[in-house]
C-alpha cells in the first residue's frame, strides 16, 4: 500500500472540502479502494498506485474547475470525478445564471447537461432534451424561454404537452374541458411561477404572451416568434409529433422534452420522441442533449430510484 499527499493551495480547502466534509465524502464513494483523509490544506490517500495517481488527476480537475467557474457542488464534483474531459466541455456562458426569477432567485444551469441544454439551444432552433424524471429539462427549457421574452427575442412563450393518463382517466376528473386539463399542466405552471410574479404572469397569460395548452390544440398553427416547448414528448405518437415539429414558423425555439423510461402511451404505440430522435439525429439545426441520473436534482432518494429502475429495466 502506497501514500500520496496531495496540498490544496490554489483554493480554500474549505471550499474544496464542502459542508461537514461532503465533498471528501463524494471522493470516498468513487474512490473506494483507497483510504482517504482530509486535514488542513491537504488530501492523505492509502492504496494502489493507479489509484492515487488518478485520484490525483480528478482533484486537480475538481480544482481548476472551481478556479475557472467559482464554484463547487456535489453534483460537480461527482460529473467531475465520472466524467471524460470532452463530456465535460460546455461554454463559458452556460455557466452563468440564466435569469433572476421571483424575489431575486438565481436560476441557472446546476448539472453539466443542462448546460449542455444551453449550450444546443444558442446553437440550434430545435432541440430535444432526452433524461429521467428531476433532470430538471422542462425547467432549464422553461427558463430559457423566460430569458428569450424578456430580451424580447420572441413575442411569445407557448407550453405544451399531451394529456395522457398515467394510469388514470381523465374523462372521471371534475370540471370543464379546462379544469380536467390543468392538472397535466400544472408542472408547467409550478416552473413559471418560480421566474415571473404572480400578477404579471396572469397578465402575460391572459394576453397570450404565454399560453399553456394540450398538445392537440397545437394543429393547424403556425408557431412564428415564439419559443415553444413541448414536454412530457415520450407520450406522443407518430401523427403527434409530426404535427408538433412542423408547427414551426419564422423566428421560432423549439424545446421537447422526454423520458422514454416512463411512456404512457398504449403498447403498440411507437413513442414520438424515441422515434423523432432517430430521424433527425443527423438534421442539421436540430440538437440533441441525453441527460441522465447524474443530473437528477430532486431529494437524493429520486437518483437512487432511477438507478435501480435502470438496472431491473437492463437486466429484463
Known sequence: MEEKVIKIESIDPKDF?????KNIKVLKSNFPNLKIVARGSQIKAYGKSEDLSELEIRINKIINYFLKYNIISDNEIETLITKSDTELETSAESHKPILHGVSGRIIKARTLNQRKIIDSVTN??????????GTGKTYTGIA????ALKNKNVKRIILTRPAIEAGENLGFLPG?????????????????KDMIPSEKLKKYM??????IAPLAFMRGRTLDNAFVILDEGQNTTHSQMKMFLTRMGKNAKFIITGDPGQVDLPRNAISGIKE???????????GIVHLDESDVIRNKLV???VDAYKNIENNS
Open 17 to 21: 472540502f464542502g459542508p461537514q466534509n
Open 124 to 133: 440550434n432552433d430545435m432541440v430535444f432534451a432526452i433524461g429521467p424524471a
Open 144 to 147: 430559457l424561454a423566460v430569458k
Open 176 to 192: 370543464d374541458l379546462k379544469e380536467k386539463l390543468d392538472p397535466y399542466m400544472q408542472p408547467l405552471y409550478d416552473s413559471l
Open 206 to 211: 391572459e394576453d397570450e404572451v404565454i399560453q
Open 276 to 286: 423523432a430522435i432517430l430521424i433527425l439525429k443527423n438534421t442539421p439545426g436540430v
Open 303 to 305: 437518483k437512487k430510484i
